[in-house]
């Protein structure tokens, strides 16, 4: 992992080179205060304080300064220093006025890489910001932490990231938080929760199914349920994908990377709640044992369901999950899953369809989301929908015979697994960035994250 606490520092009024800030209102102001020099090499390189990411070296002696347009100086997005985190030569930096608020976590990011596999990795140049807002470094660095947790685990291929590899990866965050970890698998899966042992059966035994559970916190602590939907590779099982569907299926489990990392900020930041943690980990592969077209099984709730689709298994993992959540009578269930192409028809890779059935909360995770520059979008859990669900033989069906509302009705499928008093955001986000911009390289991405948290965080009056 990278240590990011080595590029945000305390400013202790040592030498650094200055970034100034300019925005298209206020570049003509400052850059009149600006030397002759600096005036014709702007000029020169045709620098008007509006380009977005653009930024110019302006010498001084044996240094520099740095300008760079940014889209308003009084309100910093996550992104705007990102350019500078990546592009900058190897050194100490701090902003001519103010403070890097929002910005750090992008100075940070532009700083990860991700390279594993790389036999040659690129030089990591050290390129540290100081700032005098000491309260916000802890947290600036967690969130970034948090962020490059599912960055990386979505980007590690499936062959190296299985149920198991998962398990390890709540088993790392148990251990530093002296947290409790239950796994259920094998008979007491296939008993206790059949449509996840459902979906995982036809995977090969070092590839099995399993429930991860963590359990966090006070007991008398209000009690909350993070759920992450971990389909570590999706072959559409029986109802096989294409290969151009099927390429980028390591991502499946990126809901579960979500949850593990917010589950990790959860505990880094010490919120006072009694934190249970569930992944329902398993491959949807294809073989003799796997289940079929047709099948009706059984779930966790009681509720038989008939298969319409086996390439709609993510919903059966999380509706095992989901009621399990529940048994812990919670006063509030998040879930993120990868579920639904129909999400990113309806609203692209950028923001995570957010469905929630209870209005007050839905209000705290959109202003959170605003607050942390980290957008959702809400849809409709829309009732006259749920008749799509309807089976001839089971009590539903898991994939609605309709080309209409499918990340609707995968949510409303959801929604039968969830206790009725209890409020709960289902987020069916992408977890993947398919171009790059500053800090956010093409591949796997944290989207949701952060507003989940800022609504934790304020909802339970810490960060």
Not at 87 to 116: C, I, N, S
Not at 150 to 160: I, M, N, Q
Not at 201 to 222: F, H, K, Q, V, Y
Request: hydrophobic share 45%; net charge negative.
């Amino acid at each position: 992992m990278t240590d990011f606490a080595a590029f945000l520092l305390p400013d202790r009024a040592e030498p650094a080179t200055s970034i100034h800030l300019v925005d298209g209102d206020g570049f003509g102001d400052w850059l009149a205060t600006r030397p002759a020099a600096d005036r014709s090499l702007l000029d020169a390189m045709r620098f008007d304080g509006k380009s977005g990411y653009a930024f110019a070296i302006l010498p001084r002696g044996d240094g520099f300064e740095v300008v760079t347009a940014v889209a308003d100086t009084a309100v910093l997005s996550p992104w705007c220093l990102a350019k500078l985190g990546e592009a900058l030569p190897e050194g100490r930096y701090r902003l001519a006025t103010g403070t890097p608020g929002k910005a750090a976590l992008g100075w940070l990011l532009a700083q990860h890489r991700f390279d594993r596999y790389k036999s040659k990795p690129d030089p990591r140049p050290v390129r540290v910001l100081l700032t005098t807002d000491l309260a916000s470094i802890a947290l600036t660095v967690r969130l970034a932490e948090a962020t490059a947790l599912v960055r990386d685990l979505v980007d590690t291929p499936a062959s190296d990231m299985g149920p198991a590899d998962l398990e390890a990866a709540v088993r790392d965050l148990a251990t530093t938080h002296d947290a409790r970890i239950t796994v259920t698998h094998g008979d007491a899966l296939d008993q206790g929760y059949p449509m996840i042992a459902a979906v995982g059966r036809g995977a090969e035994r070092s590839r099995a199914p399993r429930l991860i559970e963590l359990d966090w916190g006070r007991e008398d602590a209000p009690r909350i349920a993070i759920v992450g939907k971990g389909v570590c590779f999706d072959t559409g099982g029986l109802d096989l994908k294409p290969a151009s569907g099927m390429r980028l299926m390591k991502k499946d489990m990126g809901g579960a990377a979500h949850a593990i990392a917010l589950a990790g900020l959860i505990i880094a930041e010490r919120l006072p709640v009694r934190l249970h943690l569930l992944v329902a980990a398993v491959e949807n592969s294809v073989s003799a044992t796997a289940f079929r077209p047709g099948d009706i099984i059984g779930s966790r709730a009681g509720i038989s369901v008939e298969i319409d689709n086996t390439d709609a298994e993510g919903r059966l993992v999380l509706g095992d999950a989901l009621t399990r959540a529940g048994e812990g009578d919670p006063e509030l269930i998040l879930d993120f899953a990868t579920l639904t192409g129909a999400a990113r028809v309806a609203l692209g890779p950028d923001l995570p369809a957010t469905f929630v059935n209870d209005e007050a909360l839905a209000r705290e995770l959109l202003a959170a989301a605003h607050d942390a520059s980290d957008p959702l979008w809400r849809m409709p859990l829309w009732d006259g929908y749920d008749d799509m669900l309807k089976s001839d033989l089971a009590d539903l069906v898991n994939s609605a015979d309709s080309p209409f509302a499918g990340s609707v009705t995968a949510a409303l499928f959801l929604r039968r697994f969830v206790p009725k008093t209890c409020a709960w955001a289902h987020l069916d986000t992408f977890a993947w960035r398919p171009s790059a911009k500053p800090g956010r390289p093409r591949g796997g991405e944290a989207l949701g994250l952060r507003a989940a948290f800022a609504m934790l965080a304020a909802r339970y009056r810490r960060g």
